[in-house]
């Protein structure tokens, strides 16, 4: 009679149903997506999916490491006369940009190390931060994105660890903001806001070309944002997910490319 009691007892405090340990593909891939655009916690996905904790973590690993190999394994950087052919109007004026560039920060957990403290900490975000580099074709396309680095690591040295240097040829251009100091480093074009330089004013030149500049990279920030709104991305990132957080921020660039809409939507075709 104890038993029985007991039995009904455990019965109605899980809820009445017994746990499933197996899910089908698509209620698996329902479930990652949860996780990365929703940002449901392992526990709560865990009670509505009907499943123990452990089979979330287990199923969001796998997700994580199958999406990173499919979708790492398509052609994310495109060949130059593709994105020529894909040129926006408003990039007339600069036709052979191939990328924008600009970087991004996730917050993460601060970590005990005090010299781990020191090099993930951004001035930018006072936080200890993630930081990576997105690069978008003038269309609105993602074609590159770098691993993730500590906060503390300037935009030039990002832009000289990322590979993308391997990938720029003479006859391209990159478009970036007035922090990345690659005119050095970058075997081609490089379009950036100008500075005074000591200069007490800009000519009109330079003013009307970093007002273009300005207006056109505006799109990578919109892109960008497109990725963070990821909701797993608004909160600080835990020491638990470093080791595959790398591989989900990926995961979240890779499928900004497939949703739907352009960026932009005079840019429709």
């Not at 052609?75 to 191939?98: G, M, N």
């Not at 978008?136 to 300037?154: D, E, K, N, Q, R």
């Amino acid at each position: 009679m104890i038993r029985v009691t007991n039995a009904k007892a455990s019965e109605a405090a899980s809820g009445g149903f017994h746990r499933s340990t197996k899910l089908e593909p698509i209620d698996e891939l329902f479930m990652f997506l949860m996780y990365l655009s929703v940002g449901l916690l392992p526990q709560d996905l865990a009670a509505r999916f009907r499943v123990h904790r452990s089979t979330v973590s287990r199923i969001i690993a796998t997700w994580t490491n199958f999406l990173y190999q499919l979708l790492g394994k398509k052609r994310l950087w495109l060949p130059r006369e593709v994105v020529r052919s894909l040129l926006p109007p408003v990039f007339a004026e600069f036709s052979d940009t191939q990328v924008v560039l600009d970087c991004t920060e996730i917050y993460c957990q601060t970590p005990t190390d005090l010299l781990l403290q020191s090099e993930l900490y951004s001035k930018y975000k006072s936080h200890t931060t993630l930081k990576a580099m997105i690069g978008m074709a003038p269309h609105g396309a993602i074609t590159f994105v770098s691993s993730l680095y500590a906060g503390s690591m300037s935009d030039r040295e990002i832009f000289k660890q990322s590979g993308i240097i391997s990938v720029l040829q003479p006859d391209m251009a990159v478009m970036v903001d007035k922090g990345f100091l690659i005119d050095n480093l970058a075997p081609c074009k490089v379009y950036r806001p100008a500075y005074l330089s000591g200069r007490t004013q800009m000519s009109r030149q330079d003013v009307l070309q970093t007002q273009t500049i300005a207006r056109l990279r505006v799109h990578v920030e919109r892109c960008i944002r497109r990725v963070k709104e990821n909701k797993l991305f608004d909160r600080v990132v835990p020491v638990s997910v470093c080791g595959s957080i790398d591989e989900l921020f990926n995961v979240a660039c890779f499928l900004v490319n497939y949703q739907n809409g352009p960026l932009v939507k005079a840019w429709a075709t």
